[in-house]
């Protein structure tokens, strides 16, 4: 069965702080993306990946950064927390490809900045 | 850029009444259309999507969605919502090309399910 994992279900951390979030896939897909899910806002595109150390900015990414090592894990950091990144974090996959193909998603990440 | 709107927040409907969520997108060319469901503590899971060919398509769980281009729409139905139902949902539209398999996501529709 498909899977995306997310490395926390749950964070708090102060503001300051860096933070890492992780999250691993086991399809083999060359895509990976990080959202942010508000309130009214939907998901929005913070940093995607579409090759191992390959990374493109999505609409939001101020404040964020990412790193992919290897295939299956992408990270997302936050280099110095603030409390305007309290928010859900979501994490997905997908292979390449016209038409875009589904994108698998993580359970998610809820950070609390304080 | 492309965009998509959901106009209900938030909707209410009782358990075997019948469901309609509105989405209406803004990009030039043909899009590709995805509709997503987040249950309670879940990631998102697709419904069903839309590439091409017969306007009507059918989902999981008994959802279908019917593509409108003359009103850019791509609205979700249900002919008789059960309470596991209750969700939040989410239309996105994709990109082909170059894009990655990009998606943008609209704001999302909560869906209550009265008994």
């Known amino acids: 069965d498909v899977k995306v994992t997310q490395s926390s279900r749950y964070l708090v951390k102060r503001t300051g702080e860096k933070v890492f979030l992780e999250c691993v896939q086991d399809?083999?897909?060359?895509?990976m993306f990080w959202y942010r899910q508000d309130p009214g806002l939907g998901l929005r595109l913070i940093y995607f990946?579409?090759?191992?150390?390959?990374?493109e900015k999505g609409d939001i990414p101020e404040g964020y950064s990412v790193s992919r090592e290897k295939k299956e894990r992408f990270s997302l950091i936050l280099e110095s927390a603030s409390t305007n990144q309290t928010s859900m974090y979501l994490c997905a996959s997908s292979f390449p490809g016209t038409p875009p193909d589904t994108q698998y998603f993580g359970p998610g990440t809820r950070l609390t900045v304080l | 850029a492309q965009s998509v709107t959901q106009p209900d927040i938030h909707i209410t409907v009782s358990e075997g009444a019948s469901l309609e969520l509105r989405c209406n997108y803004s990009?030039?060319?043909?899009?590709?259309l995805f509709w997503y469901v987040q249950s309670p503590g879940q990631g998102l899971q697709l419904l069903l999507k839309?590439?091409?060919?017969?306007?009507l398509v059918q989902g999981i769980k008994g959802f279908e969605a019917e593509f409108k281009r003359s009103q850019s729409s791509f609205n979700l139905r249900k002919p008789s919502v059960h309470w596991s139902d209750a969700a939040e949902y989410f239309c996105?539209?994709?990109?082909?090309?170059?894009?990655?398999?990009?998606?943008?996501f609209g704001q999302g529709t909560i869906l209550t399910v009265h008994p």
């Open positions: 996105a539209v994709g990109l082909g090309g170059t894009s990655y398999g990009k998606l943008t």
């Open positions: 990009y030039g060319a043909t899009p590709y």
């Open positions: 399809m083999d897909h060359e895509n």
């Open positions: 839309y590439f091409s060919g017969d306007t």
């Open positions: 990946s579409y090759d191992v150390k390959m990374k």
